[in-house]
């Protein structure tokens, strides 16, 4: 009965993910201190979600108050912008306007702009946003500046016009933020719903539908439950086709072109890749169209 109710849940909010903040602390973390408060805040995360679904609100409490004393969400949005300076590999969004500049191109010439949504948005002064041909709609759970607005990507009103709807949308190290395989499975079927290929008012040209995905590498490369394979069965099943991948040793990027058809296959939680030091990085998709 137990099993039941837990496949028949609503999809949880990425607010729910996301414990009590407190105030920021001083940026200035070295690469290997960031990197270790990044790897802190998600373990604690991940924990908490099992305690809250378990019940536990003893352990949500120790959790949370752990978490507190890790730094919360604006520490953790500190070690992000750090790990996005230049010094540090610098602005996922670089790789994306590279890698959709032909279509930039062909509105060179006149003032229209694609819609891009980005969830997660951290920085108002990225590659992306700095595009004049770009119109960047920017949305995160605990906006740190004016300009990105606050707001839960699993709360957002669906779409009623296309008007309201993005012809790209990018998901950079975002998905491997939300603690659970379903609700990440929940996340990328939702995007469909957000996407259009309707061009820019006023203009007849060809407008494909594009996501933007960045996942830390090991996600990927050493997870039990998840391959390069696996990733590209589950998105194709709802409806992507893989554009352009490109891989360093802390990050895979990819750029997924949507055909309009979304028919999502089940994928469950499976062993793929055994292994003592393996990371347990899932993606669960339920059947059936979104």
Not at 5 to 34: F, G, I, Y
């Amino acid at each position: 009965m137990a099993t039941k109710k837990s496949e028949n849940r609503r999809p949880a909010l990425l607010s729910r993910t996301r414990p009590p903040t407190v105030q920021k602390k001083n940026a200035a973390l070295s690469a290997k201190a960031t990197r270790t408060l990044i790897r802190s805040h998600h373990t604690l995360l991940k924990q908490r979600a099992q305690a809250l679904k378990s019940g536990d609100q003893d352990l949500v409490r120790k959790l949370e108050a752990d978490i507190r004393a890790n730094g919360g969400l604006k520490s953790y949005q500190i070690a992000s912008k750090l790990g996005q300076s230049l010094d540090r590999g610098g602005d996922s969004s670089r790789v994306l306007v590279n890698w959709i500049s032909p279509s930039l191109n062909v509105l060179r010439s006149t003032s229209l702009k694609l819609r891009v949504l980005e969830i997660g948005a951290l920085s108002t002064k990225n590659a992306c946003s700095q595009h004049k041909h770009l119109d960047v709609t920017r949305i995160d759970l605990d906006s740190q500046e004016p300009g990105i607005l606050k707001q839960d990507f699993m709360e957002r009103p669906l779409p009623l016009s296309n008007d309201e709807r993005f012809h790209i949308i990018s998901l950079s190290l975002v998905l491997n933020y939300v603690p659970d395989p379903v609700d990440r499975g929940e996340m990328l079927k939702r995007c469909v719903t957000f996407l259009t290929k309707e061009p820019p008012q006023g203009s007849s040209i060809t407008i494909v539908p594009r996501l933007f995905l960045v996942l830390p590498a090991p996600c990927v490369t050493n997870s039990r439950y998840l391959t390069q394979q696996r990733l590209h069965d589950i998105l194709t099943s709802i409806g992507f086709s893989l554009a352009e991948d490109k891989q360093t040793t802390k990050l895979i990027y990819q750029l997924w072109e949507y055909d309009g058809i979304c028919q999502p296959k089940q994928f469950k939680k499976e062993l793929l890749n055994p292994g003592k030091t393996r990371n347990n990085f899932a993606i669960v998709i339920k059947s059936g169209s979104q």
